[in-house]
């Protein structure tokens, strides 16, 4: 079982930065994309980043492109996403997510597993 464990989140405000980390318990993952989702409340699933199993391909929502970055250690395990300038509408549940491929992808049913979320919740 590959289940991703999300840490991280918090309640911050406007402008702050937040940095959220995911670690997978096995190697599968050093393998295979990984990426990052959010659901808002009241709001459907949506991407938000996503990097390939060597680190080199990144992709990046349009809402997200400049403020938000996507590392991954693959000597641990652990993908991390780096927010800065933090909006209120980037409240939201973030979902790390294992790809069943080795490339980065935008879209949810490309990935196999998922973690159970952390909470962001940015206030104005």
């Known amino acids: 079982q590959v289940q991703p464990v999300e840490s991280g989140g918090g309640l911050v405000q406007a402008g702050d930065s937040l940095r959220l980390s995911c670690t997978v318990p096995r190697r599968t993952a050093s393998n295979n994309g990984m990426g990052w989702f959010r659901r808002a409340p009241g709001k459907e699933r949506e991407f938000v980043a996503s990097?390939?199993?060597?680190?080199?391909?990144?992709v990046y929502a349009d809402s997200v492109k400049g403020r938000f970055t996507i590392s991954r250690d693959n000597a641990k395990n652990i993908l991390y996403l780096q927010m800065n300038g933090l909006k209120p509408e980037d409240t939201a549940v973030y979902y790390c997510?294992?790809?069943?491929?080795?490339?980065?992808?935008?879209?949810?049913?490309?990935?196999?597993?998922w973690g159970q979320g952390t909470q962001v919740t940015v206030s104005s």
């Open positions: 990097i390939g199993w060597r680190g080199g391909n990144t």
């Open positions: 997510a294992v790809a069943r491929g080795s490339s980065a992808s935008s879209t949810s049913s490309q990935y196999a597993y």
